[in-house]
């Protein structure tokens, strides 16, 4: 059977991070078409959530996981970049909750390859139990921060359409390696 990826795209219009002329949300709205392009084409189902604007993060939250839970799916991506007052941070990681998420989460960054293509944190994956995404989902979450907004290096990705694509192509790998080892579905 299909299985059924859910991806939200975090914050709204205005409550993202900003840095060398991106805004977090806006960014993350074309990954995320990005990513329901190249799901869709390898046979996954998608639901991609983008909140309605107005919204505080907070609320944004609450409302995207509801959102997901309702729906139901086999994982939830939950989309970001990163930002620093330290112009120098830099990378991609995943943040995680669950141990079913860690090892998604692995494969993400690892064989997927989004740590070389995006290198810079001394850890791939993270793990925060803090982060109400990631806790309050009913499915396997996975919190992918595609770099630092505030970083020339990493903006360039994010502020290109083959960057982007090349994230997509990354979490794809990623999530096709955790199908493959039985990590969705659960
Ligand atoms: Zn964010």
Redesign the pocket.
């Known amino acids: 059977m299909k299985k059924k990826i859910i991806v939200e795209i975090?914050?709204t219009a205005e409550t993202?991070?900003v840095g060398h002329g991106l805004k977090?949300h806006a960014v993350c709205r074309l990954l995320g078409a990005k990513l329901l392009g190249i799901f869709e084409e390898a046979g996954y189902e998608v639901r991609l959530i983008d909140t309605p604007v107005g919204m505080s993060n907070s609320q944004e939250l609450r409302w995207a996981v509801e959102e997901a839970n309702r729906d139901g799916g086999d994982l939830l991506i939950s989309l970001?970049?990163?930002?620093s007052d330290n112009a120098a941070a830099h990378g991609a990681h995943v943040c995680y909750y669950s141990t079913l998420g860690q090892r998604i989460g692995e494969r993400i960054m690892l064989q997927g390859g989004l740590a070389r293509l995006c290198p810079g944190r001394s850890q791939a994956v993270v793990e925060r139990r803090g982060l109400y995404v990631l806790r309050a989902s009913e499915m396997p979450a996975v919190l992918v921060?595609a770099g630092f907004i505030t970083h020339a290096g990493d903006a360039r990705l994010l502020a290109s359409e083959a960057g982007l694509g090349q994230i997509a192509a990354c979490v794809l790998a990623g999530v096709e390696a955790a199908e493959a080892a039985g990590l969705l579905g659960h």
């Open positions: 975090g914050h993202g991070a977090e970001h970049c990163d930002a921060e």
